[in-house]
């Protein structure tokens, strides 16, 4: 079966493209958590105003983080504080902009081309955090100045000792917010490999809708459901203009590819939710075919220096090391989850269960809530759980609960349990 040898060939291939990026990503926000002071980027980018939105673009333009890798880094900055607004600029202008992808952009199609990506990206991630801010969901009010952390507590109280540091970066980074999107990520890399295996390289070429408006099209067509890496990307976006397409082909691939795949749509619906989900791919289409036609309006395909792409091997050591470490991290994940579904499963077979409800203190995004249930369901008397961030409350079922080990696995999550009557306020919710 020589097409299921090749599939899995390109499954390995693309772990190999993506893991390295993955594993950066993840420990980005692992030293965000660790070496910012508490409460800081909340006041920095907590405040639900264009200038946060700006800062947080702007911040992500020099980082080294493609699709993958900035997911773990936007939701590390959600998680600390940063608004909607700011969180979702993050996500949409970073991995567009990288510094990497900008000079081999440079390389491959040109200083022009090079430049318009690195505007027409950043623009994209001002508008995408500006619309999510105002029709993403509730209103946002500013940080209060005496929440917990507001005043920046620094990170050698928080992290005594260079262990202890270490190892808050591996649990922020490797544990906690990998495990958020996990599944997402292991089909990401299923759909783009068989979308590599089965459709063949040059199927493009020869076809009549390959110009203009439509090659536009064409090329965002090709780059939504896959994962594309903003550097890796680049020698395949020049690829797609020497088979016919035309320039600004490449500008909607490179723009919408890396900022569009199945991980980052996945991740971002969990946190984010639907209304964002809708403004993220919204804005990214519609601004990838603008700046694709605007730029071949502006700029003559001739005079642009597209050289012949060369073919690098993703097999270094670091890229074999960073697939191994992520595959023994997403099996240990699905233990875990299979083991805990299990548990559950024969938990329902027992009689009516206890319901505590309990008001949960801390959490700031869906994030918090998925680490709480997280705790939670852990116990082993829990079949269900329900984590609600915008009531501030957990709902919990199972036999022979004791409340107060609940409320020990919520305070050992990080999380306070409050003085409380809420399940009326619960039932007034539903």
Not at 14 to 26: F, Q
Not at 116 to 145: H, I, V, W, Y
Not at 307 to 321: E, K, M, N, S
Request: proline share 5%; aromatic share 10%; with cysteine.
């Amino acid at each position: 079966m020589v097409w299921l040898e090749q599939y899995v060939e390109q499954v390995w291939a693309v772990l190999l493209e993506l893991a390295p990026w993955l594993v950066l990503g993840c420990l980005a926000a692992g030293l965000l958590h660790v070496l910012i002071p508490e409460g800081a980027i909340r006041r920095q980018l907590g405040k639900p105003g264009f200038g946060a939105i700006f800062k947080s673009a702007l911040a992500g333009v020099p980082m080294p983080l493609c699709s993958c890798g900035v997911i773990p880094a936007a939701l590390g900055l959600r998680k600390e504080g940063a608004s909607r607004g700011a969180s979702v600029s993050f996500l949409v202008a970073t991995p567009q902009t990288a510094v990497d992808s900008t000079f081999v952009s440079y390389s491959f199609l040109g200083a022009p081309f090079a430049i318009f990506k690195l505007l027409s990206s950043f623009l994209t991630g001002l508008l995408a955090g500006t619309l999510a801010q105002r029709f993403g969901g509730p209103p946002e009010t500013n940080p209060p100045t005496d929440a917990p952390g507001a005043a920046g507590d620094p990170a050698e109280e928080r992290y005594p000792t260079l262990k202890a540091r270490v190892r808050g970066v591996w649990m922020y980074g490797m544990e906690d917010l990998l495990y958020m999107i996990w599944g997402w990520v292991v089909l990401g890399v299923v759909v783009s490999a068989a979308l590599t295996t089965f459709i063949p390289a040059n199927f493009f070429a020869d076809l009549p809708l390959a110009s203009g408006f439509t090659g536009l099209l064409l090329a965002l067509v090709i780059s939504l459901p896959m994962y594309a890496c903003s550097t890796a990307s680049v020698p395949i976006a020049a690829g797609l203009v020497h088979a016919g397409l035309p320039a600004g082909a490449a500008l909607v691939y490179l723009v919408a590819g890396p900022a569009t795949n199945v991980a980052t749509i996945g991740a971002i619906f969990r946190v984010f939710g639907g209304r964002v989900i809708a403004i993220y791919l919204g804005v990214i289409i519609a601004s990838s075919l603008m700046f694709g036609y605007l730029f071949d309006f502006l700029v003559d395909m001739e005079a642009m220096r597209i050289h012949d792409h060369l073919h690098h091997d993703h097999a270094t050591w670091w890229a074999v090391i960073s697939a191994v470490l992520i595959l023994l991290l997403f099996a240990r994940f699905a233990y875990r989850d299979a083991r805990l579904k299990w548990a559950h499963w024969q938990a329902r077979g027992a009689s009516e269960p206890d319901q505590i409800h309990l008001a949960v203190g801390g959490m700031t995004c869906n994030g918090c809530a998925r680490k709480v249930q997280r705790a939670l369901q852990a116990l082993p008397q829990v079949v269900t759980v329900e984590v609600r961030c915008d009531d501030a409350c957990a709902v919990v079922s199972g036999t022979g609960l004791d409340e107060q080990t609940v409320r020990a696995a919520v305070q050992a999550a990080g999380y306070r349990t409050e003085s409380r009557d809420i399940e009326k306020k619960y039932q007034d919710g539903r």
